[in-house]
């Protein structure tokens, strides 16, 4: 589901970058913060069946922990060092595939 994604993302994205600025971590942490809100919203189906606040909440955490997911890949396809061709066809791939269709 979408907290598995989550976690999925950050773990490929620290398995093949390192970024070690005050920026990233606070992006990090901002990223962790919408994870955070959308656990403490999870509640039984029943309840998350009636369009309340729980599921409404949980709903726009994912969003934007999404976002900001599918932002950290285009700065990373334009912003990254290495060997360029390989960490555009991985981003493109990971947007193409996997970012974008879930949002």
């Not at 029943?46 to 955490?61: H, V, Y």
Request: charged share 20%.
């Amino acid at each position: 589901g979408p907290l598995w994604m989550a976690w999925e993302n950050s773990v490929q994205h620290a398995a093949r970058f390192t970024c070690v600025d005050y920026f990233h971590w606070l992006y990090e942490v901002l990223r962790y913060i919408f994870v955070g809100t959308a656990v403490a919203h999870v509640s039984i189906i029943k309840n998350m069946d009636d369009g309340s606040s729980d599921a409404l909440a949980f709903t726009i955490a994912i969003l934007c922990e999404s976002l900001m997911n599918l932002g950290r890949t285009v700065e990373t396809y334009y912003k990254a060092e290495g060997d360029r061709e390989c960490i555009k066809n991985q981003c493109s791939r990971d947007m193409k595939y996997k970012i974008l269709p879930y949002i």
